[in-house]
């Protein structure tokens, strides 16, 4: 069974920084895209960040991260990360990692559709 574990969430004043683990345990995310999407209490689930590990130059970010998060890969760990810096009360949330053969990774976060295998999810809150 794939399996995708995600860590490194908590609790951060405002202009902190946390980076977020999305590691696979059973099969190897080359190949795969992979993004990062959050949902918030009482919102809908929105896309962050997508790496396409196919075409290493296609990294998309939406509006309300770019500029603060950073997405990366490490081939070697089987890791995707999500760097999150100048941490706004906004980004709290629930942040997942998924993944999927027929995942579409594009400039469009609306369009980040595909991604069949999930993590279980990592709580972020900012407050202080």
């Known amino acids: 069974q794939v399996q995708l574990v995600e860590s490194g969430g908590g609790l951060v004043q405002p202009g902190g920084s946390l980076r977020l683990s999305c590691t696979a345990t059973?099969?190897?995310?080359?190949?795969?895209?992979v993004a990062w999407f959050r949902q918030a209490p009482e919102r809908e689930r929105e896309g962050v960040s997508c790496i396409d590990l196919i075409i290493r130059s296609n990294i998309f970010y939406s509006d309300s991260v770019k500029g603060r998060f950073t997405i990366s890969r490490d081939n070697t760990n089987n890791t995707v990360y999500l760097q999150m810096n100048n941490l706004k009360p906004e980004d709290t949330a629930v942040y997942y990692c998924?993944?999927?053969?027929?995942?579409?990774?594009?400039?469009?976060?609306?369009?980040?559709?595909?991604?069949?295998?999930w993590g279980q999810g990592t709580q972020v809150t900012v407050s202080s």
């Open positions: 059973t099969f190897s995310m080359t190949g795969n895209h």
């Open positions: 998924a993944t999927g053969r027929r995942a579409i990774c594009i400039r469009n976060a609306a369009y980040w559709r595909g991604y069949d295998t």
